[in-house]
C-alpha cells in the first residue's frame, strides 16, 4: 500500500525501520519504551508529557500503535524529540532486541 502524503517517519530511514521494529516487536521494547518515556519525564515532568499526549494523541486512536498507550506515547514523542534524541532512542531499541535474541538487520547509528 503506498501512501500518497508521507508519514512523519519515512523522512529518516532510521526512525522508519524503528517504528517497524515497534510495530513487530510491541512485546520485546515494551519496557525499553517505558524507560524512553521516564528518560523524557526527568526533563519535563510527566504532567507536561500527559498533557502533550492528550493534545497529539489522535481522536479515534486507529493506529497500529495506539492500542498500547506506551507505545503510543513512544511514537508520538520520537515524533517531536530532536534528532539526536530520536537516534538515541533508535540504538537503544535495537540493543534491546539484539539483548532479547532478536536478530535486527539494522546497526546502530552513530549521532550527529
Avoid: C
Avoid at 503506498?2 to 517517519?9: A, P, Q, V
Avoid at 486507529?62 to 534524541?85: A, C, F, G, M
Amino acid at each position: 500500500m503506498t501512501h500518497k502524503h508521507k508519514r512523519w517517519y519515512d523522512y529518516d530511514p532510521l526512525l522508519l525501520e524503528i517504528i517497524n521494529l515497534l510495530e513487530d516487536y510491541q512485546s520485546e521494547l515494551h519496557s525499553q519504551a517505558e524507560i524512553f518515556l521516564q528518560k523524557v519525564e526527568e526533563q519535563v515532568s510527566k504532567e507536561a508529557l500527559e498533557r502533550f499526549y492528550e493534545i497529539v494523541k489522535p481522536y479515534n486512536g486507529n493506529r497500529w500503535y495506539d492500542k498500547d498507550p506506551i507505545i503510543s506515547k513512544t511514537v508520538e514523542l520520537l515524533r517531536v524529540v530532536p534528532q539526536k534524541v530520536q537516534k538515541r532512542a533508535a540504538n537503544s531499541f535495537i540493543k534491546a532486541l539484539k539483548e532479547n535474541g532478536v536478530m535486527v538487520e539494522i546497526k546502530e547509528y552513530k549521532e550527529n
